[in-house]
């Protein structure tokens, strides 16, 4: 069973923050520059500097859940998803030392769930866990805990016990 690339929109898509880091965001600063003269480009720069300084985790956070997204695009082809069809990457976020993701996948929630080892070495965590969307079947939630597993009670070892996070609320 052999998986179908995906097609040319959502590559433009999965690869939306890297085609605006060369393209877009060169174009935009040196515009700017041009525009509001060497005094206010400087001041408004170093603004931007100071503010990227003081927010470097949430910044290093996004970074890294960019860093995800890539690392479980790679994986998914080796998973052999049911019709084969991969998952499509809709967002990653961090949610307060955690990772996010949301996946739109028919049919994929039974086999990530038993796949959970093997997305949680792609992404080099000691654990994935993997949630249904309350109300939408094909949306599927990875939550990467790059920390080690606590006892929830709440989390059931069985997709069918599998009670959803905060994050859908």
Not at 52 to 80: D, N
Not at 83 to 110: K, N
Not at 154 to 159: K, M, Q, T
């Amino acid at each position: 069973m052999t998986s179908t690339p995906p097609t040319f929109p959502l590559r433009i898509y999965h690869w939306r923050w890297e085609i605006l880091a060369v393209t877009l965001l060169p174009y935009v600063v040196v515009t700017f520059a041009l525009w509001a003269g060497p005094l206010w480009a400087s001041a408004v720069f170093a603004t931007a500097l100071g503010v990227a300084v003081l927010r470097r985790r949430q910044v290093q956070a996004r970074i890294h859940a960019i860093r995800l997204q890539h690392r479980l695009r790679a994986v998914f082809p080796h998973l052999r998803l049911p019709g084969g069809r991969l998952p499509a990457i809709l967002w990653s976020r961090p949610r307060g030392g955690d990772i996010v993701v949301s996946l739109f996948g028919r049919e994929a929630f039974e086999h990530l769930h038993r796949h959970r080892t093997v997305l949680a070495a792609a992404c080099a965590v000691p654990e994935v866990y993997v949630d249904r969307h309350p109300t939408y079947a094909s949306l599927v939630t990875l939550t990467i805990s790059p920390t080690a597993p606590k006892r929830e009670p709440g989390r059931g070892s069985l997709p069918s016990n599998v009670v959803p996070l905060r994050v859908h609320s």
